[in-house]
């Protein structure tokens, strides 16, 4: 064979490896940790090996690498990166802080742990609210989730609280929006906690019942007329309703239904004593028209129905626990 033919072969070869390699590249997934915050962007300049000082054109320059990864076909998940989380996880694993590898091996945990978005093309102004909203959401359903994990058994019937509660919830759940009828739902519950206040969103969709068909049991199916419930908001909803059903403190719930009339409807609930009791139209009217910060009345909005609250939930079983 002729040097040519050879040196021809080998370039082919190598051509065809550096293919393929791109190729399995795709099929290996990135995460990118974010400084969202400017506070904890500060916090990481206190670092030799963190290049940057200005946080503006650190953004930029992330987005211009989420771009660049997207244009290659990778697939992407933006993840909150928390200089305190990163700064325990290096005394953890005794790893040096102040090096590009111990951030590396950090971004990866954040991958399987910590709170994160996949990169869908949007530009990173729109990104960092999402991603800060998505660490607020996940803290507060295992904030909820650990109190109801501690609640322990009913000193009366044995049963455990936390578990009953959960299932009393998303039973008033769907009642909720079973009462509501057809249209888009948006659901807000908030509840005060000793250590910080847990308000849980939910929107969900009713369609309208085919003509002739009988009502269906309330519950989240699908497709006709019975509500349709997204699996992870639901369940933020669901555990964040029932520490509050479990606490047996206050705490509130409104419920606005648009598209089922020429406006839109809103019902109210409050907690109290481990039940929601549905609000009179008086008091829905008052809560919605009032100024939380200032206690001062606020114009009703136009076209808007306050409705009274229906009941959707039975007395409290529990008496507390063991």
């Not at 869908?120 to 989730?145: K, S």
Request: hydrophobic share 35%; charged share 25%.
């Amino acid at each position: 064979m002729s040097a040519m033919h050879r040196t021809t072969r080998d370039t082919t070869d190598r051509t065809g490896r550096s293919a393929k390699r791109r190729m399995l590249r795709r099929e290996i997934p990135g995460t990118v940790g974010l400084l969202a915050d400017p506070g904890d962007f500060a916090a990481m300049r206190c670092y030799r090996s963190f290049a940057f000082d200005d946080h503006e054109d650190y953004l930029r320059h992330v987005d211009d690498l989420l771009r660049s990864l997207a244009a290659q076909g990778i697939h992407t998940t933006v993840a909150l990166f928390d200089p305190e989380d990163y700064a325990e996880f290096c005394a953890e694993q005794h790893l040096d802080p102040d090096s590009a590898a111990s951030r590396s091996r950090f971004t990866a945990e954040l991958a399987g742990t910590g709170p994160g978005l996949p990169y869908t093309g949007r530009p990173i102004d729109e990104i960092v609210p999402l991603l800060i909203d998505e660490a607020v959401r996940q803290a507060t359903w295992e904030y909820a989730t650990t109190l109801l994990a501690e609640l322990g058994t009913c000193a009366d019937c044995g049963e455990d609280i936390g578990r009953s509660s959960f299932e009393r919830a998303a039973d008033a759940l769907s009642r909720l929006v079973q009462g509501a009828g057809p249209g888009h739902h948006h659901l807000v519950c908030s509840i005060p906690t000793k250590d910080q206040q847990l308000v849980a969103v939910l929107h969900t969709e009713t369609p309208p019942r085919p003509p002739g068909q009988p009502p269906a049991d309330a519950g989240p199916a699908d497709p006709d007329g019975t509500p349709r419930f997204d699996g992870r908001e639901s369940l933020d909803f669901v555990t964040v309703l029932a520490a509050g059903l479990a606490l047996g403190g206050p705490g509130g719930l409104v419920l606005r239904t648009t598209g089922a009339g020429p406006g839109d409807r809103v019902h109210g609930w409050r907690l109290d004593r481990g039940r929601l009791v549905p609000l009179s139209a008086a008091a829905v009217f008052n809560a919605y028209c009032t100024d939380a910060d200032t206690g001062e009345p606020v114009a009703p909005e136009h076209g808007v129905d306050y409705c009274p609250g229906y009941e959707v939930d039975g007395p409290d079983p529990h008496h507390g626990p063991r």
